[in-house]
């Protein structure tokens, strides 16, 4: 599998603050770029997801930014709050394919 | 929403015991499931592809003889670790796909599992 490339690796925001959470990666094939938020035990659950047809998609205070000539795609959460606190992954398909890329993740944590 | 049940949550069994995972689509039927394996602090990696009534798919690295897949029924797959080591410890976590995949409907997950082999 080829890689997709996560930073940070673990992210300190405040309250009511923007975290953002980037990812790049290699194969220009992957068409479906899903960001999974996963407690600590618990499986990755799918936050939101973008295909590369569109540079932006929002979602409450969740939104990906994805930029398909630099083969990057970024998450960005709003008004950030402490249940917001988890880890998160990026990853990467081709849809057709299914097999999920994942990121090394980044251990996000809201402080008061 | 879609479901997909993990059993049992954790495990904890003695080096060289085989133990079995299983892995539920409670309200859709899965045409493909697949297993994860996460070790602490890490990423999800893929295992293997299983497919309902054929041999599953294992990725490069991954024992098949000791990893032994079964995907007998479209709400069923099984993951059973064989003469397991303490190395085998691990998060195990499934994905299943339902007949009626799309952008709209991706994979879901289970809760994972928790070995722990002494």
């Known amino acids: 599998q080829q890689q997709v490339k996560q930073s940070p690796q673990s992210l300190i925001v405040q309250k009511g603050g923007i975290s953002i959470i980037n990812c790049a990666y290699e194969?220009?094939?992957?068409?479906?770029f899903p960001w999974y938020q996963q407690f600590p035990g618990k499986g990755p659950a799918l936050l939101i997801a973008i295909r590369p047809d569109v540079s932006e998609k929002k979602e409450g205070r969740f939104t990906i930014s994805f930029n398909k000539s630099a083969k990057q795609f970024s998450l960005h959460i709003m008004d950030s709050q402490p249940g917001d606190s988890a880890t998160y992954f990026c990853?990467?398909?081709?849809?057709?394919?299914?097999?999920?890329?994942f990121g090394t993740g980044t251990r996000l944590t809201i402080i008061p | 929403g879609a479901v997909v049940s993990q059993h049992p949550s954790w495990v904890i069994c003695k080096s060289g015991t085989s133990v079995k995972i299983e892995c539920r689509s409670l309200?859709?039927?899965?045409?493909?499931m697949f297993w994860y394996r996460q070790f602490p602090k890490q990423s999800l990696m893929l295992m293997a592809t299983?497919?309902?009534?054929?041999?599953?798919?294992?990725e490069q690295g991954v024992e098949k003889d000791k990893f032994l897949i079964n995907h007998a029924s479209l709400t069923l797959s099984t993951l059973t670790v064989t003469s397991a080591h303490p190395e085998d410890s691990s998060f195990y976590i499934c994905?299943?796909?339902?007949?009626?995949?799309?952008?709209?409907?991706?994979?879901?997950f289970g809760n994972g599992t928790r070995l722990t082999v002494t």
């Open positions: 309200d859709f039927q899965a045409t493909t």
């Open positions: 994905s299943a796909r339902g007949t009626g995949y799309s952008y709209n409907s991706p994979l879901h």
């Open positions: 194969n220009t094939a992957f068409d479906y």
């Open positions: 299983s497919n309902e009534g054929s041999k599953a798919t294992y």
């Open positions: 990853a990467s398909s081709n849809f057709g394919n299914e097999k999920l890329t």
